[in-house]
């Protein structure tokens, strides 16, 4: 019956080598175990086996963190309905201070913008996703901020004429096209389906009108929660998660509206080259972008300190470069007292806008860096009297959904004008955060005087620490006489020892 069979036959069908006639000591073939894994829904963290928790962030698999948002305790199963704080009657969470403003902050979300997410089913959920908004929308909804005690502002999809102010005719159909098919990317990493243009086109839209509405005096300021992201679109491409560049669109409308000059802080972890590049070369937007660099070997590797805008607008364009991950509150808010601030006051814009990338959130998978909710919340209230209190929020990256849901309401309660729960008089900077801050001053200025100052203070600073810390080297460590000296005696004194240990033992 097998004597055609090759070993290799055999090999794969072992059922035909049974004995037919006797089966008495088989046994089955155990089955391959099945690992077990999941996505975390918080971080996107694969976990194997049967565990509860990530292994990275912590959260429970099944946590209610897109019903609760960040109030959502980490540690239960959403079917507890466990959240971190109680609930007062009419929706607010003990311990939130409570506002009345005459003049309303405005949000702008549409749940369409829902439908713009990656098909194609890969090995690893891609960061960018739906949930990112859901997180913070019910973070919003549970601390009765939205819907309760903002106003929210009608969507609109962004006309062909309004985009053409940023982008090229190529690009707007480019990514129009995109309606067309089921499935499709402007980049590995920049992904569209059927939904995504109009999703773009409607985050867009929200921009421009709540830009509008906060300038002519229709709303105190407001927020963006809006996807997909911006600040990498360019001019001519998609790139970085991003489609159309959202806070470009955002600084055309309000200077529509009547806005001369206008202001952009981006503090998303990564350089928004996309806007960058529209600006370039233009006087009336000043950009200001931290974001890790070092020496452009971070994403999107653009963004270093010498890139100052061009064509008469040098100065207009402010990188600065963090050389190195772990960045937390200190440095940032030490750069906004010694960089943004004085540079913004001396711009003096009519409008001021942030690109607010929660990514260099503490346990962002993806920026790695330490800023807090009060951080957030404490450089969102310095730029808040900038321009008149005509502020404008918009959201950029951000994929920890914890950390973006707590950090985007903290930013939201500043601009209903309750105030952050710690002082920022006395920063001190890390080594390597008052570093880049001196390289920034010392390029920037030559086009804004007003820094001069505190460059000269920064720099008697540094010396000064420099100084005080060669005298502890010197006093911590012995001359260099002593230490080559003393070794050598000790050297002399065990190779006398063992020659002198070597004769005995032949003399024997």
Not at 99 to 127: C, N, Q, W, Y
Not at 185 to 214: K, M, Q, V, W
Not at 218 to 228: E, M, Q, Y
Not at 318 to 340: E, K, L, M, R, T
């Amino acid at each position: 019956m097998h004597g055609d069979l090759t070993f290799q036959d055999m090999y794969n069908n072992m059922e035909l080598l049974e004995d037919e006639d006797d089966d008495s000591d088989w046994e089955p073939v155990a089955e391959p175990v099945e690992m077990i894994s999941w996505f975390c829904t918080n971080c996107t963290m694969v976990n194997l086996g049967d565990i509860a928790h990530c292994d990275l962030c912590g959260e429970h698999k099944t946590s209610g963190i897109l019903k609760h948002g960040f109030l959502a305790s980490s540690k239960f199963p959403q079917e507890d309905s466990h959240i971190d704080g109680k609930i007062e009657a009419n929706g607010n969470v003990i311990g939130f201070q409570q506002s009345a403003l005459s003049s309303p902050t405005a949000v702008g979300f549409d749940e369409r913008m829902l439908l713009h997410s990656e098909i194609e089913m890969k090995s690893h959920p891609h960061p960018e996703r739906p949930d990112r908004l859901r997180a913070i929308a019910a973070s919003l909804a549970t601390a009765g901020i939205f819907p309760g005690r903002c106003q929210a502002i009608a969507a609109r999809e962004i006309t062909r004429e309004e985009l053409e102010r940023v982008h090229s005719v190529e690009h707007i159909q480019t990514v129009d096209f995109t309606a067309n098919i089921f499935s499709s990317y402007f980049t590995p990493d920049t992904y569209a389906n059927e939904h995504s243009a109009r999703a773009a086109r409607l985050a867009a839209g929200l921009c421009a009108d709540l830009a509008s509405a906060i300038f002519s005096g229709r709303a105190k300021n407001g927020f963006a929660l809006v996807r997909p992201p911006g600040h990498h679109a360019g001019v001519k491409q998609a790139m970085g998660f991003c489609l159309h560049n959202n806070a470009a669109v955002a600084a055309l409308a309000a200077q529509v509206a009547g806005a001369k000059r206008v202001l952009i802080v981006d503090w998303d972890v990564h350089h928004g080259n996309g806007t960058q590049e529209i600006f370039d070369d233009n006087k009336s937007v000043l950009y200001v972008s931290l974001h890790r660099h070092e020496d452009g070997k971070f994403y999107p590797g653009t963004g270093a300190a010498s890139e100052v805008g061009s064509k008469g607008a040098e100065g207009y364009c402010v990188n600065i470069p963090w050389s190195c991950g772990g960045v937390g509150d200190n440095d940032y808010i030490f750069a906004f007292q010694h960089v943004v601030l004085p540079i913004a006051t001396e711009f003096a814009p009519d409008f001021t806008i942030i690109s607010a990338g929660f990514d260099a959130a503490r346990g962002d998978p993806l920026g790695h860096c330490d800023v807090t909710p009060v951080g957030y919340a404490q450089m969102t209230d310095m730029l808040s009297n900038i321009s008149g209190g005509k502020l404008l929020v918009i959201l950029e990256g951000g994929y920890n959904l914890r950390s973006i849901s707590s950090s985007a309401t903290a930013v939201i309660k500043v601009l209903l004008g309750e105030n952050p729960s710690a002082e920022v008089a006395d920063i001190a900077p890390s080594r390597a955060g008052l570093q880049t801050v001196m390289e920034v001053l010392k390029i920037q200025k030559d086009f804004w005087p007003g820094v001069g100052a505190s460059l000269t203070q920064l720099q008697s600073l540094w010396n000064s620490a420099a100084e005080k810390g060669h005298k502890m080297r010197r006093r911590a460590e012995a001359p260099v006489w002593w230490k080559w000296g003393r070794k050598r005696l000790l050297y002399h004194h065990f190779i006398t020892r063992h020659l002198r240990a070597k004769r005995k033992r032949e003399q024997k």
